[in-house]
């Protein structure tokens, strides 16, 4: 038995959230409890979206925040309703695989000793048919924990976990950006075990603004706080910092047509 994990605000596309339910309950394996978590006042498609699923889906539990809180404290909230200690998360816009939890949980039940199951991801632009890149992560724990020195060595969409871990390690935190990347280095940290299945069990739907919102001044004063933080934990030591620096201040300010031929070419295979 497991929970699924769902946050959705209001600028969110109806559209999106409604195929993104329906690869969560038509998935072969299907969950025991979906938990979606309204974080603040919907629009009323999607409400009238929800309002639809809450119909015809019993196992559909919906919490709602008074006002937006952001993911992380999102996260959090969602979590405290989650009757499971097994959780696979999911976003609002992507579309689940039809055997993406059926595979998750065989390795939680072959491999007892993980905290952590993710996935590759294929991401496409308008329709699925339509695959740009997929982002490919390391398999075992050690592989995971030096890559995680670098970039995120989680697809966090399409990631399942044992609920206790994540509370162990302090839960979701507020680092907007960064939310899921800085959960993953406090539970490695905490001695979490992690493990990458290798294939695609999710379709991330991307867009071309996401190099405009990746790009900046803004993006780059966040993103050198957040390795300054890997460096104050002690997970990465001086001389890693200041290449991860030196390697995002170069990418991070360089225009967007180039940003994306390296996001496209070089950071995916």
């Known amino acids: 038995m497991f929970s699924v994990l769902i946050s959705v605000y209001n600028k969110e596309n109806s559209l999106s959230l409604r195929q993104s339910l329906t690869s969560v309950f038509r998935q072969k394996l299907p969950p025991t409890e979906v938990v979606l978590l309204k974080d ?31 993911l992380g404290k999102a996260l959090n909230e969602g979590l405290k ?5 097994l959780v696979a998360r999911m976003d609002t816009d992507d579309i689940a695989k039809p055997d993406r939890f059926e595979k998750q949980i065989r390795v939680f039940q072959e491999h007892p000793e993980l905290d952590v199951v993710g996935a590759w991801i294929d991401e496409f632009e308008e329709t699925t048919s339509n695959i740009i890149s997929t982002r490919k992560l390391p398999e075992v724990h050690d592989d995971i924990c030096q890559f995680a020195k670098k970039r995120n060595p989680e697809n966090h969409p399409v990631i399942m976990f044992r ?24 539970m490695l940290q905490n001695g979490a075990k992690f493990y990458n299945i290798q294939e695609s069990l999710l379709y991330f739907r991307f867009s071309p603004a996401m190099f405009k919102r990746r790009g900046g001044l803004k993006y780059v004063t966040t993103e050198l706080r957040f390795q300054n933080q890997l460096r104050n934990l002690g997970f990465i030591t001086s001389s890693e910092y200041l290449y991860n620096v030196f390697i995002r201040v170069i990418t991070r300010m360089m225009p967007n047509t180039l940003r ?9 295979k």
């Open 163 to 186: 609920k206790q871990a994540v509370l162990a390690a302090g839960g979701y935190q507020h680092f907007p950006l960064f939310e899921d990347y800085y959960l993953w280095i406090r």
């Open 81 to 85: 309703h989650c009757s499971y200690d």
């Open 40 to 70: 603040g006042p919907l629009t009323e498609e999607l409400d009238k979206v929800i309002a639809e699923y809450v119909m015809r889906y019993p196992e559909l539990k919906i919490v709602s925040l008074p006002i937006n809180q952001g």
């Open 260 to 268: 994306a031929v390296l996001y496209k070419k070089a950071l995916r």
